[in-house]
């Protein structure tokens, strides 16, 4: 277990120092009104998108081989599970922030507080982290972008509710048109259909450094824009706010470790017969996705729809943050749970 946990620590300090160029930068001067707003398009409209490419379409040719092999109503069957695990993960935790939130007078705050503890950073934050601890293990990601899909669909429909505090401020266009979903749809389909993923075509093998490089992109250009955040933010109203505490609390403890109770119940059915580092994350990455830092759309549809955005800021950038410690013990304590290694 000690060496689970010296690898998630790690990984989380190199993430950590990837938020150090936006902090010095911002500091310096070197980075506009508009910088944060440019990097959080380029990480939206192109990193996330190449990400969901690579995760399904580019692979090493012994993945490529393994993965052909498998049955497609097995892997589709797998899918839907973790779908289906991640819904309800999500649902629990939203249905728990509001038995602890039941008293409370601020409603716009403690809805920024329930959508913190809800949504994490699966998509920018939560694939890379799973592509550095399984060593690049496909079906691992794969998994973490099914979760990816589900978080997309409730963040721009419950997640809006939570903001606004109303139904009327939910855009199907919107969530249609999210890029993060078309890039998904459009890679499943080149997945499904190999003939037509041309990314594995031999002939023109260079095509796959395209959504490679912008892909790897994403971890660091997420990491800079809370550096520049940091950068912006008074310490006072960055640390000093206790409900940014207990959103945390529930967000990087609570919601893993209530994912993992969902799951638990099946690591008797996988048994000993799993082959690690593939069936196992069917279960297990839901529970990685969930004890991911805060979903950093809070800040943007704060910003949108007129939230608290000054809450949105503050519980997203200091539980980023806190997370750095706080991932390496939940993932080491899961990983010994479910009797897993690496």
């Known amino acids: 277990m000690a060496q689970i946990f010296l690898k998630v620590f790690l990984i989380m300090a190199v993430f950590a120092l990837f938020a150090v160029p936006g902090f010095a930068l911002k500091k310096l001067k070197l980075i506009g009104e508009g910088g944060t707003l440019t990097l959080s398009n380029i990480l939206l409209y192109v990193c996330q998108p190449a990400l969901a490419v690579k995760a399904f379409c580019v692979f090493s040719q012994e993945d490529w081989e393994y993965i052909q092999a498998i049955d497609k109503l097995t892997l589709i069957k797998n899918f839907g599970i973790t779908a289906a695990v991640s819904v309800l993960s999500m649902g629990l935790m939203l249905a728990f922030c509001k038995l602890i939130f039941i008293k409370s007078k601020d409603k ?12 994490s950073n699966c998509g920018f934050f939560g694939i890379p982290f799973v592509e550095m601890f399984t060593d690049g ?3 691992a990601t794969m998994y973490v972008m099914v979760f990816n899909v589900v978080f997309t669909i409730l963040c721009w429909t419950v997640g809006v509710v939570l903001i606004t505090g109303s139904f009327k401020d939910i855009k199907i266009k919107k969530l249609v048109l999210n890029p993060a979903l078309i890039s998904i749809v459009v890679a499943l389909v080149f997945f499904f259909v190999p003939q037509i993923n041309f990314f594995m075509f031999e002939e023109v093998a260079e095509f796959r450094i395209l959504p490679q490089y912008l892909g790897y992109m994403t971890a660091p250009v997420s990491m800079i824009i809370v550096g ?17 505490y207990l959103a945390g609390a529930l967000r990087l403890i609570i919601a893993p470790f209530l994912t993992l109770l969902l799951t638990l119940p099946f690591w008797g059915i996988l048994g000993s017969g799993v082959e690690s580092g593939y069936e196992e994350y069917v279960y297990l990455a839901p529970v990685i996705a969930m ?6 759309s809070v800040v943007a549809m704060a910003e949108s729809f007129n939230g608290d955005k000054e809450t949105a800021t503050a519980a997203f950038v200091t539980n980023t943050l806190i997370s750095v410690i706080t991932i390496p013990l939940v993932i080491t304590a899961v990983m010994a749970i479910c009797g897993l290694s690496i």
């Not at 716009?108 to 949504?119: D, L, Q, W």
Request: glycine share 2%.
């Open 108 to 119: 716009s705050k403690t809805n920024v507080y329930s959508f913190i503890a809800v949504f």
């Open 137 to 139: 293990n496909p079906l």
């Open 228 to 244: 520049i955040r940091i950068a912006e933010i008074p310490p006072k109203i960055l640390f000093c706010k206790k409900g940014v």
């Open 291 to 296: 004890a991911m830092s805060p979903a950093a």
